[in-house]
């Protein structure tokens, strides 16, 4: 008797002429019962067929259609996916600005910003330079003054006088030709004014109220000045002037046509000068919120003592005796209140100001009690406090 060894899923009649089918050339799932599998094994797998199979569909037809495997698509598919995801996750989970209070907030904010920049401007066309720099080096003056009027901030007495040297020397290296107009001189004394209220709003947002972080802080404030400034251009006739400044500066004559590469210069530099303004806020703010808005304005009577310097050695100049004692007096006073600060709070002190540090206690009583908007009146210094406990 012959013995017949049929292949799997061949029929009786089957000739020899039949290809033999197998897993691999059938093209299917393997079915229910196949002599490959156990049954518990074969049972499992035609389980998974029903759910793999319309994803599977889905893949041939798209490449009988493309041409290509879309499994790439797919897995790109997904890892963005997720990461948007992810990504709206974390940006709705940052604290917002939902409350009236918050926005009259920062709609103030940007009001002392804008006028912080007219004021710096206008100031230096009614007053002569070296003025205008004494005056503005008075600032740490207006700093303290207006951080213990607002939440009762008391720093060491000899931090205060570490600030003498400093600002007298910013006097003493500016001194020149002292020219002004009334007007002039309270226009700059307001400037002053306005820095420092500036500054001391900027660090109370970040470490306060709002808690927001630097580019946060931007992100909510640079619309609103940007419309402040845009129409104050506009009352003072700025924007005009600029504009026919732009139209002469492209064609030369003011007929259109003609030296196109100025007006894309001048486009450039404005580029530019917006690119480093913004880099200057976002590296300001977060100094601002690390070592407070005192340091900051030693740090500014600093920045003209080196642009002097600066300008000495470029240009070659002569030193006079009293620019030069300015000089020396200025950076003795810096370092003087360097020192000092490092004694009151300790060289670890690296995001709260150098010369002052917040009872904690006083922090949580005031967030708990709302307080004013731009902080409480329950903060006070190291220095306070242990005068207090004694």
């Known amino acids: ?27 299917v799932h393997t079915p229910v019962g196949s002599p490959w599998l156990s049954p518990r094994l074969s049972g499992s797998f035609a389980r998974l067929s029903t759910l793999t199979s319309p994803l599977e569909n889905t893949v041939i037809a798209a490449r009988k259609t493309s041409g290509e495997a879309p499994y790439r698509h797919l897995a790109l ?46 100031s230096l066309n009614l007053v002569t330079i070296p003025l205008h720099q004494i005056i503005r080096a008075t600032t740490p003056l207006f700093t303290v003054a207006i951080a213990y009027l607002w939440d009762g901030e008391v720093h060491p007495p000899r931090i205060y006088l570490s600030l003498l040297p400093v600002i007298i020397g910013v006097c ?59 129409l104050l251009s506009h009352l003072t006739g700025e924007t005009t002037g600029f ?32 690119s480093i303004a913004f880099a200057l806020n976002v590296v300001s703010f977060t100094a601002n919120k690390q070592v407070g808005a005192l340091t900051m304005t030693v740090v500014a009577n600093i920045k003209q003592i080196l642009t002097i310097v600066l300008g000495l050695l470029l240009f070659r100049l002569r030193v006079e005796w009293m620019t030069a004692y300015g000089i020396g007096l200025t950076l003795l006073g810096a370092a003087w209140y360097a020192k ?35 902080g409480t009146g329950r903060s006070s210094s190291r220095f306070r406090n242990k005068k207090t406990k004694d």
């Open 172 to 230: 003493l290296a500016t001194y020149g030709d002292y020219h002004c107009t009334p007007l002039g001189f309270a226009f700059t004394l307001f400037g002053a004014f306005i820095a420092a209220l500036k500054g001391v709003i900027t660090n109370r947002i970040q470490t306060r109220t709002l808690r927001l972080s630097a580019l946060e802080l931007l992100f909510h404030m640079s619309p609103l000045a940007m419309v402040q400034s845009l």
């Open 77 to 122: 598919y997904l890892v963005l996916n997720l990461l948007l995801t992810i990504s709206n996750k974390v940006i709705l989970a940052r604290p917002g600005i939902s409350t009236f209070r918050d926005r009259t907030l920062l709609v103030a904010f940007s009001l002392v910003y804008t006028l912080n920049i007219a004021a710096s401007n206008v």
């Open 340 to 374: 000092e600060g490092l004694e009151v709070n300790g060289p670890s002190t690296t995001t709260t100001d150098i010369t002052t540090t917040t009872n904690t206690n006083a922090h949580r009583n005031a967030n708990a009690n709302a307080g004013p908007p731009f």
């Open 1 to 27: 008797m012959d013995l017949h060894l049929h292949a799997p899923f061949e029929s009786a009649g089957a000739t020899d002429e039949s290809p033999t089918p197998t897993p691999a050339n059938t093209g």
């Open 243 to 274: 504009l026919h400044y732009a139209h002469h500066r492209s064609d030369g004559s003011g007929r259109g046509g003609g030296r196109i590469s100025a007006s894309s210069l001048l486009i450039f530099s404005l580029i530019v000068n917006g």
